[in-house]
């Protein structure tokens, strides 16, 4: 993916590790952030391709309400991902910019649960 674009903090769980867990981890080591997570508020299947000719990698998204601290500016975490140079609150004008797609969608919706919780499948 090329140009600018902004994602939510997240990523791959450990072996063992639970979905709690990994979310909490993941925002320490992006956004440096010692977040609280809330509830669960949607799942996504997302579908993109690696390389040409590849097969398509399937990848489930679980998205949760989180809190950070009341006192937490934005900043790098210890271990950003590779592509990641900032972390920031984002604007409704920015929102554009989300990836994957599906995470727009939410963001015009405030973040609410006016979506299905399972959002269903899309290609990125």
Same mark, same amino acid.
């Given at each position: 993916?090329?140009?600018?674009?902004?994602?939510?903090?997240?990523?791959?769980?450990?072996?063992?590790?639970?979905?709690?867990?990994?979310?909490?981890?993941?925002?320490?080591e992006e956004i440096g952030a010692d977040v609280s997570v809330l509830k669960l508020l949607h799942?996504?299947?997302?579908?993109?391709?690696?390389?040409?000719?590849?097969?398509?990698?399937?990848?489930?998204?679980?998205?949760?309400?989180?809190?950070?601290?009341?006192?937490?500016?934005?900043?790098?975490?210890?271990?950003?991902? /590779?592509?990641?140079?900032?972390?920031?609150?984002?604007?409704?004008?920015?929102?554009?910019?989300?990836? /994957?797609?599906?995470?727009?969608?939410?963001?015009?919706?405030?973040?609410?649960?006016?979506?299905?919780?399972?959002?269903? /499948?899309?290609?990125?």
């Amino acid at each position: 993916m090329k140009g600018r674009y902004f994602t939510l903090p997240g990523g791959k769980q450990e072996p063992g590790e639970d979905l709690v867990t990994a979310l909490k981890r993941e925002c320490r080591e992006e956004i440096g952030a010692d977040v609280s997570v809330l509830k669960l508020l949607h799942i996504a299947e997302i579908y993109r391709e690696k390389s040409a000719g590849a097969e398509r990698q399937h990848q489930l998204d679980f998205v949760f309400e989180c809190s950070v601290p009341e006192a937490y500016v934005p900043a790098l975490g210890p271990a950003p991902d /590779p592509h990641q140079i900032a972390t920031r609150w984002i604007t409704d004008e920015d929102a554009r910019h989300l990836r /994957p797609v599906y995470v727009t969608k939410l963001f015009s919706l405030g973040c609410t649960r006016d979506a299905e919780v399972y959002l269903g /499948p899309f290609n990125d």
